[in-house]
């Protein structure tokens, strides 16, 4: 089975707080990408990264950093000092590489950050 | 960077009538679109795999019918939701397919509301 869990529905931390948003993913394939996604309450998605199952570094860009652990099939989300703006709803996604590409998202999480 | 456009961002319409949405790459060529379907506090569901010269491929569950979808030049797809009714009101996003860096990137469209009356 393809599948992406978010057990997290909703978060909700006080500014400046870290925070780390959990994804689980199934898949069968050997070679697939994950992404994370931002869904602002505009409701554009926000591509914040991608990730090939072939490279298990972390990556690191400003207050965002991600876990990408092969072992345990989780590719978490860490957003160091929150802030206001990054109030939104986060999605994980599995991009199986035999499935031209297709998107399967998580179910979400909305993170809250109050002033 | 690749921008995808859709256009309404957001519709009215009245129960029975149908509704065209358009999907656009801006600066870049897309042989291949995606059509998501979002209904409130949900995640996403992929509808239809849209490819552009050829019929679109459908999830299962989803009817052709019912939504149609062409993809007639390689920056343009359109989803028609054919008499609407209620129930179809919901967040309809495309995505595109482009290289960046020798490696495809997935961008989405800003989405469109779809509320029917």
Known sequence: AQKVTQAQTEISVVEKEDVTLDCVYETRDTTYYLFWYKQPPSGELVFLIRRNSFDEQNEISGRYSWNFQKSTSSFNFTITASQVVDSAVYFCALNPRDSSYKLIFGSGTRLLVRP | ?117
Request: net charge positive; proline share 3%.
């Open chain 2, 1 to 117: 960077g690749a921008v995808v456009s859709q256009h309404p961002s957001w519709v009215i319409c009245k129960s029975g009538t149908s509704v065209k949405i358009e999907c656009r790459s801006l600066d870049f060529q897309a042989t291949t679109m995606f059509w998501y379907r979002q209904f409130p506090k949900q995640s996403l569901m992929l509808m239809a795999t849209s490819n552009e010269g050829s019929k679109a491929t459908y999830e299962q569950g989803v009817e052709k019918d019912k939504f149609l979808i062409n993809h007639a030049s390689l920056t343009l797809s359109t989803l028609t939701v054919t008499s609407a009714h209620p129930e179809d009101s919901s967040f309809y996003i495309c995505s595109a397919r482009f290289k960046e860096a020798g490696a495809n990137v997935l961008t989405f469209g800003a989405g469109s509301r779809l509320t029917v009356l």
